[in-house]
């Protein structure tokens, strides 16, 4: 067999199939081989050196997956290591390509005193295409594929009179007005996913999640309403998929006041993000934070008179628990209260406070370079001393050694 005739046939294919630089790397990391879309002027060519170098160093450190790079011009480069049969395996390149439109003032203040290679930048970006994030994920899952691609036959059907001349104009009309079943089934399929999610979601399952995720990223993908504006493109799938995933916590039984906070908090970073891997970082953070806060914050499975009071102590965790006046807001006698708190979450109201004073302290205790004396007073507790001998009952550590610990 000729040597790398595969892999020659295979690569050709990756190219013509994404129409961009596909390049071949050998294990040193220099090109083996190369199909050119895209020349880069020669100013750049030291620059992709660099890059090569380092995607073939790291594409070597998991050669289960592909992997995305961006440099300092906004240029994308994708890789994969990849093998065939009785052949030296490789590290294959995609790129450059784009995955926003760059910021051609701070390109231009790179060459301040070269306008001819400023000129030259201009007419090289203008050239490259601009991939939106589903694309980016359909590229990577061929070219996971790259290793078993092989040049097959295809037959060339005979042309016959085309079937539409013998129509009548009722008939054609009628066929024009079906409904694209392709696109239907795609439709059918995503709102099938929004349900698992939402599911998901609603039961703190964040496997389920994962799985979901890693068959399906690409699903929601809105780059055909924003032509050329893929950022614009994936803050609206955001936005919307907050609202999804608050829905979901909600019926989660998770109490409002935490449900507004969190869905604040993801529209106002979605609005700050400025690039696609900024924007697919908060993606990830939203799923995994909005399961977390049905685990944690879910009071479901209980009575609603048990829910309203657990939802309170939820929200006012640091202030005094007053019985008198949580049994007013429950609207039942305070010693009902109590009696049917213990009934059925095993503990009594107390308990159930110092245990969310708790796992608040716990979250300061991760984050905050601060005494465990101030902490004590944030989550509700006046003497720290007594803070620590309930931190030390109910995490088997005192708050001291849980924070050197995590």
């Known amino acids: ?12 294919t990756i190219f013509n199939v994404f129409d961009i630089n596909t390049v071949i790397l050998n294990s040193e990391g220099s090109v083996e081989m190369a199909h050119i879309h895209d020349p880069l002027p020669n100013f750049l060519l030291q620059m992709q050196r660099e890059d090569f170098l380092r995607l073939n160093c ?14 300092v011009f906004g240029f994308t480069y994708l890789s994969r290591f990849v093998e065939f049969e009785d052949e030296e395996p490789h590290v294959w390149v995609i790129g450059p390509f784009l995955m926003q439109i760059p910021d051609m003032d701070k390109i231009d203040a790179l060459f301040r005193t070269e306008q001819n290679k400023q000129m030259a930048m201009g007419e090289f970006i203008r050239g490259l295409k601009l991939l939106s994030n589903s694309r980016i994920q359909s590229a990577v899952n061929i070219l996971n594929q790259a290793g078993s691609i092989r040049q097959v036959p295809y037959r060339k059907l005979n042309s016959q009179q085309h079937t539409w001349d013998r129509l009548e104009t009722n008939d054609i009309q009628h066929i024009l007005a079906q409904p694209d079943e392709q696109a239907t089934k795609v439709i059918e399929i995503r709102y099938e996913l929004e349900r698992e999610i939402m599911s998901a979601v609603e039961n703190g399952d964040k496997k389920a999640m994962n799985n979901l995720m890693a068959e399906m990223k690409n699903a929601f993908d809105f780059s055909d309403r924003f032509p050329h504006q893929p950022v614009r493109a994936m803050k609206n799938m955001l936005i919307v998929l907050n609202t999804l995933l608050r829905t979901a916590a909600a019926r989660g039984k998770v109490q409002p006041f935490f449900l507004h906070h969190i869905s604040e908090k993801f529209s106002k970073q979605i609005e700050r993000c400025d690039s696609i891997n900024s924007l697919n970082a908060l993606l990830d953070r939203m799923y995994e934070e909005y399961c977390d ?5 879910a009071i479901s499975g209980y009575s609603s008179l048990v829910q309203k009071a657990a939802q309170h102590i939820l929200v006012y965790f640091s202030k005094p628990l007053e019985l008198q006046q949580l049994a007013g807001i429950c609207l039942v006698h305070p010693a ?64 001291s050694k849980y924070r050197k610990e995590f």
């Open 293 to 297: 806060l049905v685990n944690h914050r």
């Open 58 to 71: 790291q594409t070597k450190e998991d050669t289960t997956q592909c992997c995305t790079y961006t440099n």
């Open 336 to 399: 009902h209260l109590s009696r049917q708190f213990r009934k059925e979450t095993g503990m009594t109201l107390t308990d159930y406070q110092n245990k969310t004073r708790i796992d608040q302290a716990k979250l300061l205790l991760k984050k905050e370079n601060t005494s465990i004396d101030w902490i004590a007073g944030q989550v509700g507790f006046d003497d720290a001393g007594y803070f620590t001998r309930i931190f030390n009952k109910l995490e088997g550590m005192t708050p």
């Open 1 to 12: 067999m000729i040597k790398h005739i595969q892999m020659t046939s295979a690569s050709i």
